[in-house]
């Protein structure tokens, strides 16, 4: 009997360009500055408050929106960092990482046909997870060499049938953040025309050049606004998967309606070592601020040596390149040989894109690795186009 047994609205999505190169990756030996996880683990009070927990027999389910010190926690760092007074009890969901959190609530607020607006490129996940929603994807193609949110592009996309914006911001994989302006535009838009924004702030703690703006601090944008972040960026523990959906009780409560039959609850001793970390002092966050933009630098040098052209990057730990100096002018046949040609490993912008031409040529490598590492990475590549 001949079938096909993949659903239909899940048809070309397949495996996840990070699960190829980060095979790719193993089968070479080659250094992977594809998926975005550092090298090195993260603070060791907020791994040692894990362990205790372990110890402590905090083992067994905990509460499906999170256990009540995390959200605590959540709530003390929004009012820390930007002034959001929020109710931890209502206003909060912990999530098994900001993955799951961007599913549940594409899950809990699209109806089949709904429209949803996201920036292109966007992260593989934006596209499963409106597939599975059963809602249309409208991409906003943010464009080298400037990435720049296109308001007038934005305004024109809406329709009668849009359900809500998809913002991601510091954003994956150029590395832009959006400024005052383009935000204000965003919220502008969405009281007008009465739409619900999901923002994905994952990379909140990694901005060099412009300061990271929560939409949700806008006026008018509390209500309308749910706020997305996790815990396996900010703090080197990605495996972990912690994350979390903020806002206005009525979006969370969509987010925990569909998340309770996707993990119902995950993480019960690392929820309490999260909640840890949330506290540390300025310092950490300042210190983690100043490592990442030191790594930016280099590798972005690096790369200019090698003859890429490169766009730095304002935030996250990802730099953009283009191929076609270096004789390319498809960046997927590039990730593809790079292994084999000097043993390093990057992911292709085209597979982020609805709009394959505007990310043909671009390729994305990550930086959050030890600057050895960073060396090594970049030798490799001036040898093979030496």
């Not at 931890?88 to 899950?107: K, Q, R």
Request: charge should be negative; hydrophobic fraction near 45%.
């Amino acid at each position: 009997m001949t079938r096909n047994a993949l659903a239909s609205r899940l048809h070309g999505l397949g495996t996840t360009v990070f699960a190829e190169m980060s095979a790719l990756a193993l089968a070479t030996g080659s250094i992977n500055l594809g998926q975005g996880f550092p090298d090195t683990d993260g603070p060791d009070e907020i791994a040692e408050a894990a362990i205790a927990a372990i110890r402590d027999g905090r083992n067994q389910y905990p509460p499906n929106p999170g256990i009540p010190e995390l959200r605590a926690a959540i709530a003390a760092h929004q009012q820390r960092f930007y002034g959001q007074t929020i109710d931890p009890d209502s206003e909060i969901v912990v999530t098994t990482g900001a993955t799951e959190a961007v599913a549940a609530a594409l899950l809990g607020l699209v109806d089949p046909g709904d429209e949803v607006i996201a920036l292109e490129p966007f992260y593989d996940s934006y596209a499963a997870g409106i597939a599975m929603a059963a809602g249309t994807r409208v991409g906003i193609t943010l464009r080298a060499p400037y990435f720049r949110l296109d308001v007038a592009r934005l305004r024109a996309a809406v329709t009668d049938r849009t359900r809500l914006i998809l913002l991601n911001s510091p954003h994956n994989p150029t590395g832009t953040v959006l400024n005052r302006d383009e935000l204000q535009a965003v919220a502008d838009l969405a009281i007008e025309r009465d739409l619900i924004v999901v923002t994905d702030e994952v990379y909140e703690h990694m901005t060099y050049d412009e300061a990271h703006i929560p939409l949700a601090t806008f006026p008018g944008m509390a209500d309308r606004t749910l706020t997305i972040s996790s815990a396996g960026k900010t703090f080197s523990f990605t495996g972990w998967k912690v994350g979390w959906a903020v806002g206005p009780a009525d979006l969370v409560t969509a987010v925990r309606t569909a998340k309770q039959f996707l993990t119902f609850v995950s993480g019960a001793p690392f929820q309490p070592a999260i909640a840890v970390g949330l506290g540390l002092p300025d310092a950490y966050y300042d210190g983690l601020r100043a490592s990442l933009q030191g790594k930016r630098d280099r590798l972005c040098a690096g790369l200019r040596e090698v003859g890429f052209e490169v766009f730095e990057p304002a935030g996250t730990y990802f730099v953009t390149a283009d191929v076609r100096p270096l004789g390319y002018s498809d960046g997927i046949e590039f990730c593809r040989d790079l292994p084999k040609r000097c043993g390093v490993v990057a992911i292709p912008h085209q597979v982020f894109y609805d709009d394959l031409e505007a990310g043909r040529p671009l390729v994305r490598f990550a930086f959050c690795k030890k600057d050895e590492v960073l060396d090594e990475a970049v030798d490799r590549m001036r040898g093979a186009w030496a």
